[in-house]
Structure formats: structure tokens, C-alpha cells
């Protein structure tokens, strides 16, 4: 099973929806969200199976099929990420124009998301390798990004090993909220050695501290599994 991070914005209750959408709209947070979900890390090595320039590497972002239908209709699929949707119903993309898009795949539950998403990541050694050998496709780094059902059952994997926590210093009507996060099984990093590890995480600048936008303030923070 393939190792993910989660992220998300939350409000100082842990709300982080209202009617099926996002509780406030924030532009900075949404750039870092995109950021940090579209950037792959620098290739270090090169190899015979993914130095040639007809494999993209991307991120994969696992999604509830609630929070897919939240992204506005311009921005989905996800740009330069592989998106799957988790959903009960096996037949949920027949009709849908993403039914045939390289970039979109189904999963009916969080569990057989996360193999599919490990299916597309390099292999590695000493393991029997599943992955579809003509794949156009490299997946690196995996992220959940939400919603509340599919958060609930992520934060409990021992497979999440980040939480990207918008934090927003404020408390507003939602209907849809972020679990609990056990002391016991992350620890949440100074601020300055959460910023560090953003910069470094995408290999650019990330603004420190308190963020203002209109009436919002939040930062950006960091759980790191124990
Ligand atoms: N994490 C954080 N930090 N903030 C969020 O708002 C957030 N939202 C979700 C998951 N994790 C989050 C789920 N909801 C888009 C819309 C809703 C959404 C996630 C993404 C979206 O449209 N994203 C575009 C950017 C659009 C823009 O620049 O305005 C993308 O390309 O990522």
C-alpha cells in the first residue's frame, strides 16, 4: 500500500465544508494547495524505465466522489495530477466525460485507491511488481484530499505520514469537519520547523507565519506521523 499525505483547511472546530463546497474561499491557501499537490520531487537518479520524456511523473490525489463534484467543473480533472475518485459505485464515471481521461480513475474504497495509486509508482526493489509495464503514467507522491468520510479513515492509516493543515484562526457554520488528530500518533511541528519542511517539500518559497485575506487568518502547519 502506498504511503500518502493529507491535506486540508480547517477551521479552529475542525469545520471543513458547508453544503457540499468549501466553507470560505481563500486564494493564497487554494495556490499552496495546488502547489503542494502538483509539485514531484527532483528526479535524482536516472534509470531505464523513467528517464525517457513519454513517462510523466505526477502526484496522485485520492478523493471522495462528494469532493470531486465540490471542484469547480474548470479545474477537474485535477491539472498535472492523477485524480481518483473513491465511490461505492463501480459505475459511477460511465457517463461522465472524464470516463475515458488518462488522468481520472475510479476506486471503490480508500484501500483499493491507495493500491491503485501504488500500481503507477516506480517499483521498488525486491517487490513483485503489479504495475501496468506500458504506462505512460509515474505516480510519486500521494495525497488525500478529502473529504470529512474518507479523512476519518486516512488520519487512522499508519500509511499517512504528513497532515498539511491549513489552520484558520476562526470558527464558521460547516457541516462537514476534520477528525481528531491523536497526539499519539502525530506530532505537530514548531512553525518554523513546519516552514522549513513546506520550503523544502516544493523546492520554493512559502510564505511563514500568520497569512491575512480579508477577513481570514490561518497558517500553514505540519503533522508529522510519530
Ligand atoms: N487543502 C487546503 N489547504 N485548502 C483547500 O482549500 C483544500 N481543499 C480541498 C482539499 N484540500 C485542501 C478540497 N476542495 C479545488 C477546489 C476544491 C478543493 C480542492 C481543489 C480546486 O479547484 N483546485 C485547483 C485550483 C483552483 C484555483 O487556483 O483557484 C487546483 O488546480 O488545485
Known sequence: MSAFSIIVAADQASGIGLNGGLPWRLRKDMAFFA??????PATTTTTTT???SDIQRVNACIMGRRTWESIPAKFRPLVNRFNIIVSRDPHYLDDKPEKNNP???LATSFQSALELAETYQRP???TASTSPSGSAILIERVFLIGGGQLYAEGVQSTACQHIFLTRIHTTVECDAFFPAIKE???TLLPSKDAHSFLQNYVQDSIEEGTIMEGAYQYEY???SRI
Open 221 to 223: 502547519t505540519v503533522y
Open 50 to 52: 523513467d528517464s525517457s
Open 124 to 126: 521498488r526493489p525486491a
Open 103 to 105: 488522468m481520472v480513475a
Open 184 to 186: 499519539s500518533d502525530y
Open 35 to 40: 502547489k503542494v499537490t502538483s509539485t514531484v
